[in-house]
């Protein structure tokens, strides 16, 4: 899966938690962002001959993210965010007896992802 923000993170309240004693700055707050998700995969054929790697393309989305990062100690970063959005991950399959082809579509549905990271930073 690949995932680009296509907004980098906003850090709000800043001037609060430098009134109150707080760690601020860069990387460290609460934030809010846009984020653009491809999700892809690889397979292998399982046709004896045909031995390369295949790609497929699987949903797109966009997706607002609410979060939060905290410093830990000197080296590290724990980024922790929720985020909800609009994709077309949902697919609806049809047949047509009379002319035997099948087809598929994709519809929009709702995405949501949760999401913890400790991260190793100086």
């Not at 609009?86 to 047509?96: H, L, R």
């Amino acid at each position: 899966m690949a995932s680009i923000r296509i907004l980098e993170p906003d850090y709000y309240n800043q001037a609060k938690r430098e009134q109150r004693g707080r760690a601020h700055g860069s990387f460290v707050g609460n934030y809010l962002a846009l984020q653009l998700t491809n999700d892809w995969y690889s397979y292998k054929s399982y046709d004896i001959v045909d031995t390369r790697r295949h790609y497929g393309y699987d949903y797109s989305g966009i997706m607002a993210q609410w979060g939060m990062q905290r410093r830990i100690g000197s080296w590290g970063l724990f980024d922790g965010g929720i985020g909800i959005g609009v994709g077309n991950n949902n697919i609806k399959y049809t047949y047509d007896y009379t002319t035997r082809t099948e087809s598929r579509k994709r519809l929009p549905g709702l995405i949501a992802e949760l999401n913890a990271r400790i991260s190793l930073a100086h």
